[in-house]
């Protein structure tokens, strides 16, 4: 799978244009190769696009040929006789946030509690420390009398603890795309485009 980025930066209306242009070359691009693409986000605007994030089945070189900035070259249809006539896309790969699954491999050791509680408390091993192998998170339960009870409980708290995880991992990858936005390269196009 791969995530890429189309953007206009904080270009002008014909930037957002030229995105709209690119987007629609870099979709018939795909479907010449037979690549499924989804569009997950899309900022239009009046004269185009904003911004457009796209999923793509598989990375391949003719996507890889994409990446970077990408130059149209055409005079301006929304500032007629405007003097530039050169617009600029950028093109990046954003990397898909790291979702943890409840399903991998959890740990249980068993200890003894501690606290109140009298004599149970002592001698047996009813407080649980959990494990979720893949993302080092643990938790560690000894709020119930039994054993079987606290791991059911550690159980909850990991998921938890995952969701809560995945949340921060989305928000990161939101906040790198975010940055990725702003930055377009200004020449060096790896294509260009004239109208």
């Given amino acids: 799978m791969l995530l890429m980025q189309l953007s206009s930066a904080h270009g002008p209306a014909e930037c957002e244009y030229a995105l709209q ?3 629609r070359k870099l979709l018939q691009a795909c479907a010449a190769e037979d690549l499924a693409v989804e569009v997950l986000e899309e900022s239009r605007t009046p004269a185009g696009c904003r911004s457009v994030l796209l ?3 598989r990375e391949t070189p003719a996507l890889r040929e994409w990446l970077g900035t990408i130059q149209w070259i055409f005079a301006s249809p929304f500032r ?3 003097p530039r006539k ?3 896309v950028a093109v990046q790969r954003c990397e898909p946030p790291r979702q943890l699954a409840m399903d991998g ?4 050791q068993s200890c003894k509690a501690s606290g109140k509680g009298g004599q149970h408390v002592n001698t047996t091993d009813s407080a649980v420390h959990a494990l979720h192998v893949p993302s080092g998170i643990a938790v560690k339960v000894m709020s119930e009398r039994s054993q079987h009870a606290n791991k059911r409980l550690a159980r909850e708290l990991l998921a938890i603890k995952l969701a809560q995880h ?3 991992s989305e928000g990161q990858a939101q906040r790198l795309r975010n940055q990725q936005h702003w930055e377009v390269e200004r020449g060096q196009a790896v294509k260009v485009f004239r109208l």
């Fill in 86 to 88: 050169n617009w600029f």
């Fill in 80 to 82: 007629p006789r405007h």
């Fill in 105 to 108: 491999e959890i740990q249980f």
């Fill in 166 to 168: 995945n949340a921060r």
């Fill in 55 to 57: 999923r793509c089945e």
């Fill in 21 to 23: 242009l690119t987007l």
